[in-house]
């Protein structure tokens, strides 16, 4: 990944303060969680299910190295090309060179969290490119020059009267209300015209098949079958972590995934392609395999979990901080608890050292992640590194002084003295509504409570003798 | 039996009364009490702002004075599942661990088998399920069957109970804005109730509650569920 994520906090009270993101973001993640509750709590194998998707993602990437040479070969036989892509820039170029070998100044893409983590589009657009968002979120994204704040959902901060005024703008001349369903026919009869032109598409994927080079993508709309099956030429950009050894393992995950994302029993469209076939789908089908910092992940053992995500957003929808900041004070294309383990990882933890902290640790992610994820572990794990590779000096200093007092039970009590000596003048009426310092900000908007006149520790002792 | 009590750092410096609370409740019950001086903090703290070393001394000071109870009890879920779970991941596979170490309700319900502890407390309360104690702790519903059995007093439910209140530690400090965020979403829960208390079984999180309805003057505030199940019916 590239650019480096703003500091979480200065780009959360900004998001904090937009009233109309603070509503539609309310709505859309307490719609989803719910209907996602609703779909788990039927499903009476969730917890083996839930097993079973972890110890296979855990057997793929502990094996990794064997099932992208199968992977790669499986790929080939069926007659696709394979390429290995260090990088974002190594993905990328590789892309723009398919498109120019056909003479295209035009692609479509289908809806890939994949390519918009090595910014594809915009390497597509230096060399003369344009690259057609048809998902309705990231088509709405792109007219808005605007970009995704949700895996899933990546329009979740916009309300529908927003994406009319927007369709107004941009590709709708005359009339047109917020009826869902008319916003959703302007934006058919648009990209129409545009998926019959391409003669290239540009697709990710959900997962990998090892043994037969298959490429799944699930999706709910059906533009992404379009993108995958109208043009001569298909590019699937595929991060190395999205394989799995068998078709039969997708069981698990087709399953695990709907359930999880959408609260849909079964997702309304599943692609399954296997190499070129002859008269059917693209001629000719480039497979990427992007790393972008993922071995680097890949060798951290209490980090390496975050690689098993098959990008539900499950976590997102019932995390308190991502259903109030939402997703661009995250700064990246993985937002939410996943994105806050996942892009200090992917970047390396000293571009995107205050993520790992934008948590509560109330752990409702992990308990709704369909692979069990440990993010609340994985976080501490991230804040430690965080403290060793950009210190605070102040902080470290505090934190410091505060272990010495707490290693020894007479300097706690000398601290609790010396504390109600220096909280005196801040005490009115039994609270503290200012304190100086980091204080300040817990009394910005909460009363302190003071150090008690005689502590727990100093009547035990008094009533010991 | 003898239990050994860890009052945690807050609940010893800032809300003695809770300490209190948690010794005259089992005292009651018939149990042997002690609170073993030369504690002072779990090093949760630490562990969750990213000091592992610091945190690893604090561990290990705590196993070896928690050492050899029948029980230990402390009034904060989020503190016991730091020494249940996290313990053993910051000491290492081959540290000794200290074995039964409960929060109040779990030790009163799950392992003593009581929900009536005699108590009367006439208000009407209302009761938030900390984070750490449904997720990390799991106690479950102890603490309302506790409740429920208490004389006088009315249970009424909280609106989106299961919702983080935005403590988080040193998240209150670090993410102020969005901790406020939170809290502001829970007191207003909180209100909604028609509750004149509200509580938990973790101290931390109710100094953040207590701290937002405080500043809001609402006029309901919080009480730790020990302060609760110690009160009696004065003759």
Redesign the interface.
């Given at each position: 990944m590239s650019a480096a994520p703003r500091d979480f906090p200065a780009a959360a009270r900004e998001a904090l303060a937009d009233s109309q993101l603070r509503r539609n973001l309310r709505n859309a993640t307490t719609t989803i969680r719910d209907k996602r509750a609703r779909a788990v709590a039927e499903a009476p194998d969730w917890e083996e299910l839930r097993e079973a998707g972890r110890a296979i993602k855990a057997d793929t990437l502990a094996r990794l190295d064997e099932y992208l040479l199968q992977f790669e070969a499986a790929v080939e036989a069926a007659g696709g090309r394979v390429h290995w892509a260090r990088d974002a820039a190594e993905a990328n170029a590789l892309v723009v060179e398919v498109a120019r070998n056909h003479g295209a100044d035009e692609v479509v893409k289908m809806k890939s969290l994949t390519t918009d983590e090595t910014r594809l589009n915009d390497a597509l657009a230096a060399a003369g490119i344009r690259a057609v968002e048809t998902d309705f979120a990231e088509l709405i994204l792109q007219l808005d020059g605007d970009w995704s704040s949700h895996i899933l959902v990546p329009a979740i901060h916009l309300n529908r009267s927003e994406i009319r005024d927007l369709f107004r703008r941009t590709i709708v001349d005359g009339p047109l209300s917020d009826e869902p369903a008319e916003l959703a026919e302007a934006a058919r009869l648009y990209l129409r015209e545009r998926f019959l032109r391409a003669r290239v598409g540009v697709s990710g994927a959900n997962f990998g098949v090892a043994e037969s080079g298959t490429i799944c993508v699930v999706e709910s709309e059906g533009n992404g079958r379009m993108c995958t099956t109208l043009p001569e030429v298909l590019v699937t950009v595929l991060g190395i972590e999205k394989l799995v050894p068998t078709l039969e393992d997708l069981e698990v995950f087709l399953q695990l995934l709907p359930r999880s994302a959408t609260g849909e029993r079964m997702n309304p469209y599943t692609s399954l392609w296997t190499g070129v076939t002859d008269g059917d789908g693209p001629r000719e089908l480039h497979v990427v395999l992007l790393d972008n910092g993922r071995t680097n992940v890949l060798r951290d053992e209490v980090g390496r979990q975050a690689l098993h995500c098959i990008r539900c957003s499950a976590c997102l929808n019932v995390c308190p901080v991502y259903s109030r900041t939402g997703g661009h004070a995250y700064g990246s294309v993985y937002p939410g608890p996943i994105g806050a383990i996942l892009t200090p990882q992917l970047l390396g933890i000293e571009h995107a050292a205050s993520l790992p902290f934008a948590s509560s640790l109330c752990g409702a992610c992990y308990e709704v992640c369909p692979v069990k994820i440990d993010i609340p572990t994985v976080l501490l794990h991230l804040r430690a590194k965080a403290v060793e590779a950009k210190p605070s000096a102040a902080e470290a200093a505090a934190m410091r002084g505060l272990g010495w007092v707490f290693r020894d039970p007479r300097r706690l009590a000398l601290a609790q003295r010396l504390a109600r000596l220096a909280q005196a003048p801040f005490v009115r009426g039994g609270t503290i509504s200012w304190a100086p310092g980091p204080l300040a900000r817990w009394t910005r908007a909460r009363e302190l409570q003071p150090v008690a006149r005689e502590s727990f520790r100093e009547w035990w002792g008094r009533r010991r003798t | 039996m003898r239990i050994g009590l860890f009052?945690t750092?807050i609940?010893?410096?800032?809300?003695?009364e809770t300490?209190?609370a948690v010794v005259s409740l089992l005292e009651r019950l018939g149990h042997e009490v002690e609170?073993p001086?030369?504690?002072?903090?779990c090093?949760q703290?630490?562990?969750?702002?990213?000091?592992?070393r610091?945190a690893a001394?604090?561990a290990e000071?705590f196993v070896r004075i928690f050492d050899g109870f029948d029980a230990v009890v402390s009034p904060s879920s989020s503190c016991v599942g730091t020494v249940r779970e996290?313990y053993p991941?910051l000491l290492g596979g081959s540290a000794s661990v200290v074995e039964g170490v409960y929060e109040l309700s779990e030790l009163l319900v799950g392992r003593l088998g009581l929900e009536d502890v005699g108590a009367y407390f006439p208000h009407r309360v209302t009761y938030h399920p900390t984070?750490?104690s449904?997720?990390?702790t799991r106690v479950g519903d102890a603490p309302l069957r506790l409740l429920r059995a208490v004389r006088g007093l009315e249970l009424v439910e909280l609106p989106e109970a299961?919702?983080?209140c935005?403590?988080?530690?040193?998240?209150?400090?670090?993410?102020?804005?969005?901790?406020?965020?939170?809290?502001?979403d829970k007191c207003r829960a909180v209100v909604a109730s028609g509750a004149e208390i509200c509580t938990a079984v973790d101290a931390s999180c109710l100094?953040?509650i207590?701290?937002?309805l405080?500043?809001g003057r609402t006029g309901v505030r919080t009480m730790h569920l020990a302060e609760i199940l110690v009160s009696e019916e004065r003759a």
């Open positions: - | 009052a750092c609940a010893d410096t800032l809300f003695p300490g209190k609170f001086p030369a504690q002072t903090c090093g703290m630490h562990l969750n702002s990213g000091y592992r610091e001394a604090l000071r996290l991941h984070c750490h449904l997720r990390v299961d919702e983080c935005g403590f988080g530690g040193t998240f209150s400090i670090k993410n102020a804005d969005t901790s406020i965020a939170m809290l502001g100094m953040q207590g701290g937002g405080a500043r």
